[in-house]
């Protein structure tokens, strides 16, 4: 199985690493039977597999839930759950409430959004036993402060200021650290001045590593096409012609064959 030190010797060796998100059991079969090194249960599920408007929808008995269901999928891989809105915010003791039902829900390390005002909480879950990677530029959760799904770090401030989360993060112990949504340059200085490995979305090529929602890599996200999104499948167009392909059978009475049936 690989551990979080497999990913800091990755990144000495410039090896780089990917990272799908899986909500449940069948994608989370697929992935495991893949290549891909490790898998994040992204609290993105409350959009795509709940239909949400936001993030800020998931809660601890969701994640618990998708978690469970990926960890029954994997064999092997190291997986990472999300923490969700708010509940890594009211002080460690009220996020090790959410850490361990994750944790025992079969995830290998936890991911919360942010680090000014809960450096303590990071702290106390790694002091506790536990991974923590973290998530800095765009964070989803906080959607509505931010104004909008929308590139962060674009001045000198707001980069700074993100590199500055970024080494503290690190000094808190976290062993990893997703950017999302920042332009390259400021990826690529956050990615040299860490030892840590970072796992870039809408942040370039110069990262340690990269993660996508398995729906969108797919192409099973209807319209969603930011800038940084390469669809590796045309999944809503072959998932709606194999169903086409099904109804049309059933309809002209050639599905179930003789085959296909119990003599
Ligand atoms: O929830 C999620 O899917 C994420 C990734 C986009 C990094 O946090």
Redesign the pocket.
């Known amino acids: 199985m690989t551990s979080i030190h497999d990913f800091r010797k990755m990144k000495e060796d410039g090896r780089k690493i990917s990272?799908v998100?899986a909500y449940d059991f069948a994608m989370a079969r697929i992935v495991d039977a893949s290549e891909v090194d490790c898998v994040?249960?992204?609290?993105?599920?409350a959009m795509?597999m709940h239909g949400f408007p936001s993030?800020v929808h998931?809660t601890t008995e969701m994640m618990v839930t998708h978690v469970a269901a990926v960890a029954r999928g994997l064999s092997g891989k190291f997986l990472v759950a999300?923490m969700p809105f708010l509940s890594f915010r009211k002080g460690p003791a009220a996020a090790l409430e959410c850490v361990d039902p994750l944790m025992k829900a079969g995830a290998h390390a936890v991911?919360l959004?942010g680090v000014r005002g809960h450096e303590a909480t990071v702290e106390q879950i790694v002091r506790s036993g536990v991974p923590v990677m973290g998530?800095i530029g765009l964070t989803?959760q906080s959607i509505h402060q931010l104004g909008g799904f929308k590139v962060q770090g674009r001045d000198e401030e707001t980069a700074n200021e993100l590199l500055a989360q970024a080494v503290l993060l690190e000094k808190l112990g976290c062993f990893s650290l997703?950017l999302?949504c920042v332009p390259s340059t400021v990826a690529a200085r956050i990615t040299r001045e860490l030892r840590i490995p970072t796992?870039g979305?809408g942040a370039g090529p110069d990262t340690d590593g990269q993660?996508?929602?398995l729906q969108d890599l797919l192409g099973m996200n209807g319209d969603f096409r930011p800038r940084f999104l390469r669809r590796f499948f045309d999944g809503d167009e072959q998932l709606r012609a194999a169903l086409n392909r099904y109804h049309s059978e059933v309809t002209a009475g050639t599905f179930p064959s003789g085959n296909e049936s119990y003599l």
């Open positions: 990272m998100t994040l249960v992204g609290d993105s599920c795509v993030t998931a999300d991911k959004e998530h989803p997703v999302e796992i979305i993660v996508l929602v």
